[in-house]
């Protein structure tokens, strides 16, 4: 995997895919924050929100570096394609996205259960200069898929399997994959403060032989029941290391 500095927002990150980075990390002097809404808050509303946030603090819209977004259900294959050129287009009025290019980290999911009407925001980071920081980084989320140009249904680990060796086999991937995100950008799993796991299926196999052995739980596990972002999948996860972490009202107070 292949890193690269983005010195306008005080990171690096993993070379991806257009939509998405596959991972970041604050650069020496800089900290990265993250901030969770109390309800998911819909996407362009959203992103005013952050743009706001990032202002008050002095911080330009290059320092946002990951984000977390719920959407009503999964995509099939063209509808992310167009969903995620519809994400990028405010990235690139911020300076983030440039020929294709996106240092952004994210996770994208569906909850089984009282989903947003439209994509939405459920948190978001980005970095603040810190003298000293500790280092901090956030992985996307990465599902059980391989990487390829072929359609998801082609890529996916055992596509339309969810038996409880299916799904440790779904899990021995992503975790893989994450392990290789982690050393990509100077880290292991004891640097991790949260772990998350996303799936609707039983994850006693992948806890008991994946997980937990490696280390991956160390901070424990939270399990949102949800399923990733493209019809198919079944698995995913995300992983960070950030010691400033606030949760802010969906809906502004008024003083």
């Known amino acids: 995997m292949r890193t690269s500095e983005f010195e306008a927002g005080g990171y690096r990150h993993i070379e991806g895919p257009f939509q998405y980075s596959g991972g970041v990390a604050a ?6 924050e993250r901030v969770r809404f109390d309800r998911p808050v819909g996407l362009e509303a959203g992103f005013r929100r952050i743009e706001a946030h ?3 603090l002095g911080r330009p819209t290059t320092a946002f570096c990951a984000c977390e977004l719920r ?3 999964p995509f099939d294959d063209r509808g992310f394609a167009e969903f995620n050129r519809v994400y990028v287009g405010t990235l690139e009025r911020w300076g983030l996205f440039r020929d294709e290019a ?6 994208n999911v569906c909850p089984a259960h009282h989903a947003p009407a439209a994509p939405s925001f459920e948190a978001f980071c980005y970095t603040v200069p810190e003298a000293d920081a500790a280092p901090s980084f956030v992985l996307s989320g990465g599902g059980d898929a391989r990487p390829g140009p072929e359609p998801y249904a082609e890529r996916i680990v055992r596509h339309g399997e969810t038996s409880s060796d299916a799904m440790r086999e779904k899990g021995r991937f992503v975790l893989d994959l994450m392990e290789a995100r982690l050393e990509a950008l100077g880290f292991g799993w ?8 996303y799936a609707v299926e039983n994850l006693q196999a992948v806890m008991a032989e994946e997980i937990a052995p490696r280390g991956a739980a160390r901070p424990g596990l939270v399990w949102h029941y949800a399923r990733p972002p493209v019809e198919g999948l079944a698995f995913e996860m995300d ?3 950030v010691r400033t972490e606030r949760v802010a009202d969906a809906v502004p107070r008024r003083g």
């Open 27 to 32: 650069a020496p002097g800089f900290a990265i």
């Open 239 to 241: 992983v960070r290391g």
């Open 102 to 107: 996106n240092p952004v980290a994210r996770t």
């Open 71 to 73: 959407s009503p259900a």
């Open 190 to 197: 004891p640097d991790a403060t949260a772990v998350q796991a």
């Open 54 to 56: 990032l202002a008050a």
